[in-house]
Structure formats: structure tokens, C-alpha cells
């Protein structure tokens, strides 16, 4: 499992502001919010790649393996501005990958010395993940390019501003020969799509309450992701559970790009409520979201989204709800842990809560939210054979002296 070291410094992104010399939106963009966005378009290119047969071979674990290394290495170096970035990594960029994997040695390869070992290859071998490497370029320029459509409109005559027009542009052309990047020009349903999963970069977690730093239901869904991720790892799972885990971790929260952010008491305050409330979020989806998708997607969609904190495998292709056992961890079983990802999810909670006060920013909902912990103490932090108890002993109540 993470340590709770490397849960906070992936916070740490939170923090980092994009952008921060022209007007943006008042929320801000930050790099956590990016790199979700960037996952998630890395997502619809490899559909898109499978789709159409186009020869390009790739893995989904080394895609979504990549999508952390360059995550990680963004997170040291990502207040650079952009053109000296790649200036300097045109020039530097074996010195700087060697800086950046040294400050990962300890945090990384005491968590899983085997993924150190892959983050040293993809930052030093230039034709190991190539093609892994070609759609994250894409999809991390995808991104870029919707969070400056917004910056653009607001920094109209800004000095230098069409050249950085020109510049996206140029480097998204780079990639024409990506399906996904062709469809993505010209297609209104999946533009649609990716427009709604960028507005949850500006619904704010823990709506209730002001918080240090704040992060967005975008942000959440990617962090849950990572920690996903880790858990699976330490589950030996199969590459399918692994796919399935972490996505179901990217996704899980979805649905709220229709019904916005409903915090935990406001569900429990009714009986049932939260039921209906699931009712109304999959009629929705299927009313609103499936359309702008292409058809051969639903069905993965679907399982991964829909109640996503059940354990779930399939037989003959049809999905059983079932604790998942050793013979399960197979690909032909289609195995998802959705206890394991209703456990990333309130550790995300907790943490989201923990750092805020301990920043000196607290309410009553936060100190409310570190009750979260108690759910994980007295032998209930083993969750289908991950420990997360480790993690939230690290993120210790004691230190806040509340």
C-alpha cells in the first residue's frame, strides 16, 4: 500500500496553481485537476485506439503506470513555466530525470521496489512505454489545450498569448496520427463529453466548509485513482482488476457532473435518500451521458460506474456481486474491488479533512470528517487484504490538537 509519505506529497498538487501569471477562472487550475483530466482523456484515446484498429499496440497498465510516473515527475517540476520546461528538457533532460528519481527513491521503492525499478525505466529509456508514452503526450496536450480555451477568452490581448495559441496547436497536430486525437476534432459528442468531466474541475469538495487546499471532484476522483492503484498492487491483482480498480477509482464520482457534490449527511438524513439519489444519478447518466459516448463503451462504463463500492466479478458476461477470492483473480472474471475503492475513497475524505486543519483552516464538517478514521481501528483497517489502517495511522488526529 501508499505510505501516507506519498499520499501527501500527491496533495501537493493540489496546491500547484497552472496558469498563474494570466486571469483564470476564479476557482483556479491546478495541477491534480489537470493530470484527471489528462487520465481521463488518455482513456477515451486508448477506446478510441482499440476502436480502430490502427496497429498501434499498447498496454492499458503500462498507460495508466505512465500516467503516475509522469504525474510524479510533474509534481517537482511542474512550476517551471512550460516553454522553459521543455527548453530545459530538450537540453537537461536525463540530468533532470535522475534529480527526480532521487527524490522518489525512498518515498517509491519502499512502497514497491518493482514499480521504482519500471519509473526508473520509463524516465531513462526512451523506447520503453513508446507507445504508452505517445498517447499520455497527447492526452497531457488535450488537456492543456481545454483549460487555455478558458484563460484565452479571459486574457484577450495579452502579450504573447497567440503564440502560446500556436504552440498548443502545433504540438496537438503532432499527433494527428492518434484516432482519438482525429475524433476528438470532429466530434461534437465526445468534445461534449470531455467538457463535462472538465466541469467537475470547478465543483469544490466539501461544498460546506473553506479548506486548505481545496480540491475539486476531479481532483478526488484521480487521487482515488492513484490509491486504488496502490492497493491493487499490493492485492497481486490481475492486470483486468488492476484496470478495473483504477478506473473505478477515476470514475467513481462521475455521475456528479449532473447532480453535483451531495455530502454524506445530507444523504443520510433521510432514510433511503440515498438510494433515490442513486436512482436519479443512473437515469440521468443514461439519459445524458451514454448518448455522447460511442455504443461499444456502455457496457464498461456501466460496470465500473454503477455501484461502484460493490464487489463485482462476471460470469458468462453477466456481472455477480460477490466477494472476490483468489480463483476470481483472473482477467476472464472481470474482477472489481468495490470495497476496496469505498476505502480509497474515505481515506481520500479523511485526508482531504486532516491536511485542512492541520493548515490551522477548520469547521465543524472538517473535525466531523476525521470521524472517518474510526471506521479503520480496532482490526477493521484490513480491507479485502489491504491495509489501510497504516495509512491512516500516518495522518494522526493527535497532531492537530483539536
Known amino acids: 500500500m501508499l505510505t501516507g509519505q506519498l499520499l501527501e506529497l500527491i496533495y501537493e498538487a493540489a496546491s500547484i496553481q497552472r496558469w498563474n501569471d494570466h486571469i483564470r477562472p476564479p476557482q483556479g487550475f491546478t495541477e491534480l485537476d489537470k493530470q484527471a483530466h489528462k487520465m481521463i482523456f488518455a482513456y477515451v484515446l486508448g477506446k478510441f485506439e482499440e476502436d480502430s484498429g490502427s496497429g498501434l499496440e499498447f498496454d492499458w497498465i503500462r498507460l495508466i503506470e505512465g500516467g503516475l510516473f509522469e504525474f510524479l515527475h510533474r509534481i517537482k517540476l511542474t512550476d517551471i513555466k512550460p516553454p522553459l520546461f521543455h527548453k530545459i528538457m530538450e537540453e537537461k533532460g536525463p540530468e533532470i530525470n535522475r534529480w527526480v528519481l532521487e527524490q522518489y527513491r525512498e518515498p517509491l521503492g519502499q512502497v514497491n521496489s518493482r514499480l521504482y525499478a519500471r519509473f526508473e525505466a520509463y524516465l531513462t529509456d526512451d523506447d520503453y512505454s513508446s507507445a504508452e508514452k505517445q498517447i499520455l503526450k497527447a492526452s497531457h496536450y488535450l488537456a492543456t489545450q481545454w483549460e487555455f480555451t478558458h484563460v484565452y477568452r479571459l486574457n484577450q490581448g495579452l502579450y504573447g498569448l497567440e503564440n502560446e495559441r500556436q504552440s498548443i496547436e502545433g504540438r496537438l497536430k503532432e499527433h494527428g496520427s492518434l484516432a482519438g486525437v482525429r475524433n476528438l476534432a470532429v466530434d461534437t459528442n465526445i468534445r461534449n463529453f470531455m467538457d463535462l468531466v472538465g466541469q467537475l474541475r470547478f465543483q469544490?469538495?466539501?461544498?460546506?466548509?473553506?479548506?486548505?487546499?481545496?480540491?475539486?471532484?476531479?481532483?478526488?476522483?484521480?487521487?482515488?485513482?492513484?490509491?486504488?492503484?496502490?492497493?491493487?498492487?499490493?492485492?497481486?491483482?490481475?492486470?483486468?482488476?488492476?484496470?478495473?480498480?483504477?478506473?473505478?477509482?477515476?470514475?467513481?464520482?462521475?455521475?456528479?457532473?449532473?447532480?453535483?457534490?451531495?455530502?454524506?449527511?445530507?444523504?443520510?438524513?433521510?432514510?433511503?435518500?440515498?438510494?433515490?439519489?442513486?436512482?436519479?444519478?443512473?437515469?440521468?447518466?443514461?439519459?445524458?451521458?451514454?448518448?455522447?459516448?460511442?455504443?461499444?463503451?456502455?457496457?464498461?462504463?456501466?460496470?465500473?460506474?454503477?455501484?461502484?463500492?460493490?464487489?463485482?466479478?462476471?460470469?458468462?458476461?453477466?456481472?455477480v456481486n460477490t466477494k472476490i477470492t483468489a480463483e476470481h483473480n483472473a482477467d476472464c472474471y472481470d474482477p472489481l474491488d468495490g470495497t476496496v475503492i469505498k476505502a480509497c475513497d474515505q481515506l481520500a475524505a479523511y485526508v482531504e479533512a486532516f491536511l485542512s486543519i492541520r493548515h490551522g483552516i477548520r469547521s465543524k464538517h472538517l473535525t466531523d470528517g476525521l470521524s472517518i478514521r474510526n471506521l479503520y481501528e480496532g482490526g477493521k483497517g484490513i480491507v479485502s487484504g489491504v491495509d489501510f489502517a497504516s495509512v491512516f495511522r500516518y495522518f494522526d488526529p493527535a497532531e492537530l490538537k483539536i
Not at 485513482?225 to 483504477?246: M, Q, T
Not at 477509482?249 to 444523504?267: M, N, Q, S, W, Y
Open 204 to 319: 469544490q469538495r466539501w461544498g460546506h466548509s473553506p479548506r486548505i487546499p481545496q480540491t475539486s471532484v476531479l481532483g478526488h476522483m484521480l487521487v482515488v485513482a492513484v490509491i486504488a492503484f496502490f492497493a491493487s498492487l499490493d492485492l497481486d491483482a490481475c492486470p483486468k482488476r488492476l484496470y478495473n480498480n483504477y478506473l473505478c477509482g477515476l470514475f467513481h464520482d462521475l455521475p456528479e457532473v449532473l447532480t453535483r457534490d451531495i455530502v454524506a449527511p445530507v444523504k443520510r438524513s433521510v432514510p433511503d435518500l440515498d438510494k433515490i439519489i442513486k436512482s436519479i444519478e443512473s437515469a440521468w447518466f443514461e439519459e445524458k451521458i451514454y448518448p455522447l459516448l460511442p455504443a461499444a463503451w456502455h457496457d464498461e462504463i456501466r460496470y465500473l460506474v454503477e455501484d461502484e463500492f460493490t464487489d463485482r466479478i462476471r460470469i458468462d458476461g453477466k456481472r
